[in-house]
């Protein structure tokens, strides 16, 4: 039995990268969200993944985020002076959007992303996107990619386009090698974190955010 | 979890409020401000063309606009709802106090089986209706349906 249920996982797993995911049979859709959706699980008990701690145990939750270490102590702290602080309490509310289930703009096109929350990085077959805290500047990054509809793995970040005082991270700036490299260190963490599972990809808004969603 | 709650709770008096509990909460705002608005934008079906041309702004500018909620100021928001839906801004405020508690947990999210996820997504319903636990994948179901076939055509011996 545990044959058949690995050889019908990565016969789907196959399917889903011929990308053919929509003309499958439901069960076989099921078997990807369910293999992608025990390793996340994994992952959480292992302690290499974290849910985003909510401020507020009222808020609702329509969606999922789960952080890797370097974005959680990123959120956690310590902070080093005041608009440390205050910029990560600025993060936080961004991050929290999306899994409060607000309204979040996607960008598909990239280099154009202008003011989305979401933006699809070049190259597009990397599945990476980076969710844009754009207030106050210098603006900050965090990479990530989308595990099922609604399910977003934050796994790096980087200030945007200038230093922060509290971090020695290089700022991103308009170099295309510091891209390159937050997006590989993305796709390397992904790997080690979950191996053998296949990000969401492709254009369709639909497949990353189920509702409450504007494509810009 | 509720780090941010008890801040709030005991702040009466002259207990000062930690700056990151009021930038998160000043972000918290601009953003519920930016929900507030797409949700009337989207529920109005209004195109983002039409409403560049009832604000006298170009396409970009609405496009922006509509983009994130970034450089909004209330003129922003006053304008974007006279646009949207002939309506004025009206600010509300809640107590963080009384409200009550969810009891989804984002690990729920992660549950194909949980009730609530088909507001909006297929998935939820379709798991209701249709997954049976006990169902083999239907690639088995096609191995022994050609098993079968195979072992009928076969003479006995």
Not at chain 1, 10 to 31: E, P
Not at chain 1, 81 to 107: M, N, P, Q, W
Not at chain 1, 116 to 121: D, M, R
Not at chain 2, 53 to 63: E, H, M, Q, T, V
């Amino acid at each position: 039995v545990y044959g058949v249920a690995r050889l019908t996982r990565l016969c789907a797993k196959i399917v889903r990268l011929c990308g053919k995911g929509s003309d499958t049979s439901f069960n076989w859709w099921l078997l990807i969200y369910m293999s992608i959706q025990d390793s996340l699980q994994r992952a959480v008990a292992r302690g290499e993944l974290a849910y985003l701690p909510m401020r507020l145990d009222s808020d609702p939750i329509e969606r999922a985020m789960l952080l890797d270490d370097e974005v959680k102590e990123l959120l956690s702290g310590p902070f080093r002076d005041i608009h440390h602080e205050r910029r990560i309490g600025r993060l936080h509310a961004d991050l929290e959007t999306f899994v409060t289930g607000g309204e979040v703009s996607l960008c598909f096109t990239h280099h154009r992303h202008g003011k989305a929350y979401l933006g699809l990085l070049d190259p597009p077959g990397q599945a990476t996107w980076d969710i844009r805290s754009r207030n106050p500047g210098p603006g900050l990054r965090v990479f990530g990619r989308f595990a099922a509809t609604n399910i977003f793995v934050a796994l790096t970040w980087r200030p945007r386009s200038k230093h922060v005082a509290w971090s020695s991270k290089d700022p991103l700036a308009d170099d295309n090698l510091l891209w390159r490299i937050a997006i590989h260190d993305c796709e390397e963490k992904w790997n080690r974190i979950l191996p053998g599972e296949v990000p969401v990809a492709g254009t369709r808004a639909e497949n990353y955010v189920s509702d409450h969603f504007i494509v810009v | 979890m509720s780090q941010t709650t008890s801040l709030l709770s005991n702040s009466s008096g002259s207990a000062r409020i930690p700056p990151g509990v009021l930038a998160y909460l000043g972000e918290r705002a601009r953003n519920n401000c930016y929900d507030f608005v797409i949700r009337k934008f989207r529920s109005s079906g209004l195109t983002k063309a039409e409403l560049a041309r009832r604000l006298g702004k170009g396409a970009d500018r609405i496009n922006h606009l509509l983009a994130s909620p970034g450089n909004w100021t209330v003129d922003t928001m006053a304008e974007l709802l006279a646009g949207i839906a002939g309506e004025e801004f009206v600010p509300a405020s809640a107590s963080f106090s009384g409200r009550a508690q969810r009891n989804v947990t984002q690990a729920d999210i992660l549950s194909p089986r949980r009730d609530n996820i088909d507001k909006g997504g297929k998935l939820a319903k379709d798991v209701r209706v249709e997954w049976k636990f006990d169902a083999p994948p239907p690639a088995l179901d096609k191995i022994r349906e050609i098993e079968s076939k195979t072992l009928k055509a076969e003479p006995v011996s």
